[in-house]
C-alpha cells in the first residue's frame, strides 16, 4: 500500500506515533522518526521495526524549534531521497484550570501542537511542491472540536492545526498535495493509563461504542490518508472518537 514511499513521523517512537510508524512500515513505507528527548525509547522502536524490512531511520530534536524540521526534511532525502508523507503527531499536555494557567503554560502548548506543526508544514511541503505529490496528516484533537475544561491551551493549539489543515490544503492541492487531519478521543496511551476504574468506566458511559479507543485505531486511520485510497480526499478532519463527538 506504501511501498517504495518516505515518511516523516514526529513524536514517532512511542503512543500513537510508535503505532501509525509500525502500520506505515508493516505497508512497505520508509521512515524517519522524529523525537525530543527518550533515546531508549526511540532505539528500542526503530530495533523493533526492522522486521518489516523496510528502513527506520531516527532524529532526536524538538519540533518547536524552528530548525528542526529543516534538519528532518535534509535528513530524510539523504536516506530516502524524496519525502511522500508527513504525519504531524508530536504533542504535549499542560492542563490547568483556566484561572491557574500561565503565560508560559499556554505558549509551550501552542508552541509545540501548532507551531511545531507549521514548521513541519512549510519544511516539507517545499519539497512535496517540487515532486509535485505528498500527503500530509496532521494530529489533531477531539478537544479541539468540542473544548474540555483545564485544556485551554491544547485546546486552542489542536483547533488551530485544524484551521490550518484546511488552509493549506487549498493553498496545495493543485500542486498534488493533499492535508488532512484526524482528531483523536481518548486512546488507550501513558497519558490515559493513569486514569482509575471508575474514570474509565465514565468515559465509555460517554463514547458511543462503549470503549476507549485503541491506538491502532489512529494508525489505521493514518494509513486511509496517507495512501492512495483516499486520493480525492483532501482539506478534511476524521473524528476517530467511538461517536463520543456526536
Same mark, same amino acid.
Given at each position: $500500500? %506504501?511501498?517504495? *514511499?518516505?515518511?516523516?513521523?514526529?513524536?514517532?517512537?512511542?503512543?500513537?506515533? *510508535? @503505532?501509525?510508524?509500525?502500520?506505515?512500515?508493516?505497508?512497505?513505507?520508509?521512515?524517519?522518526?522524529? !523525537?525530543?528527548?527518550?533515546?531508549?525509547?526511540?532505539?528500542?522502536?526503530?530495533?523493533?521495526?526492522?522486521?518489516?524490512?523496510?528502513?527506520?531511520?531516527? %532524529?532526536?530534536? +524538538?519540533?518547536?524549534?524552528?530548525?528542526?524540521?529543516?534538519?528532518?526534511?535534509?535528513?530524510?532525502?539523504?536516506?530516502?531521497?524524496?519525502? +511522500?508523507?508527513?504525519?504531524?503527531?508530536?504533542?504535549?499536555? *499542560?492542563?490547568?484550570?483556566?484561572?491557574?494557567?500561565?503565560?508560559? +503554560?499556554?505558549?509551550? =502548548?501552542?508552541?509545540?501542537?501548532?507551531?511545531?506543526?507549521?514548521?513541519?508544514? /512549510?519544511?516539507?511541503? @517545499?519539497?512535496?511542491?517540487?515532486? /509535485?505529490?505528498?500527503?500530509?496528516?496532521?494530529?489533531?484533537?477531539?478537544?479541539?472540536?468540542?473544548?474540555?475544561?483545564?485544556?485551554?491551551?491544547?485546546?486552542?493549539? *489542536?483547533?488551530?492545526?485544524?484551521?490550518?489543515? $484546511?488552509?493549506?490544503?487549498?493553498?496545495?492541492?493543485?500542486?498534488?498535495?493533499?492535508?488532512?487531519?484526524?482528531?483523536?478521543? !481518548?486512546?488507550?496511551?501513558?497519558?490515559?493509563?493513569?486514569?482509575?476504574?471508575?474514570?474509565?468506566?465514565? $468515559?465509555?458511559?460517554?463514547?458511543?461504542?462503549?470503549?476507549?479507543?485503541?491506538?491502532? +485505531?489512529?494508525?489505521?486511520?493514518?494509513?486511509?490518508?496517507?495512501?492512495?485510497?483516499?486520493? !480525492?480526499?483532501?482539506?478534511?478532519?476524521?473524528? =476517530?472518537?467511538?461517536? $463520543?463527538?456526536?
Amino acid at each position: $500500500m %506504501l511501498n517504495e *514511499k518516505s515518511a516523516i513521523i514526529t513524536g514517532g517512537v512511542r503512543g500513537i506515533g *510508535k @503505532a501509525i510508524a509500525e502500520e506505515f512500515c508493516k505497508n512497505g513505507a520508509n521512515v524517519l522518526l522524529c !523525537y525530543r528527548s527518550n533515546e531508549e525509547a526511540a532505539k528500542q522502536t526503530a530495533e523493533e521495526l526492522k522486521k518489516y524490512g523496510t528502513k527506520v531511520e531516527l %532524529l532526536k530534536g +524538538d519540533v518547536a524549534e524552528p530548525n528542526f524540521a529543516a534538519q528532518a526534511v535534509q535528513k530524510a532525502k539523504e536516506e530516502f531521497g524524496r519525502i +511522500d508523507i508527513l504525519v504531524n503527531n508530536a504533542g504535549i499536555t *499542560k492542563d490547568k484550570l483556566l484561572i491557574k494557567m500561565s503565560e508560559e +503554560d499556554f505558549d509551550s =502548548v501552542v508552541d509545540t501542537n501548532l507551531k511545531g506543526s507549521f514548521y513541519f508544514l /512549510k519544511a516539507v511541503s @517545499a519539497v512535496m511542491i517540487k515532486q /509535485k505529490s505528498g500527503s500530509i496528516v496532521n494530529l489533531s484533537s477531539i478537544v479541539g472540536v468540542k473544548g474540555n475544561p483545564g485544556q485551554v491551551n491544547y485546546s486552542a493549539s *489542536k483547533a488551530g492545526v485544524l484551521g490550518m489543515t $484546511m488552509s493549506a490544503a487549498k493553498e496545495l492541492g493543485r500542486r498534488g498535495i493533499r492535508v488532512n487531519a484526524i482528531a483523536p478521543g !481518548y486512546i488507550a496511551t501513558d497519558m490515559t493509563g493513569i486514569l482509575t476504574e471508575e474514570q474509565t468506566a465514565k $468515559m465509555n458511559e460517554a463514547i458511543s461504542l462503549g470503549r476507549i479507543g485503541a491506538v491502532e +485505531d489512529i494508525a489505521k486511520t493514518a494509513l486511509f490518508l496517507a495512501s492512495d485510497m483516499s486520493s !480525492y480526499i483532501t482539506g478534511q478532519t476524521i473524528c =476517530v472518537d467511538g461517536g $463520543m463527538s456526536m
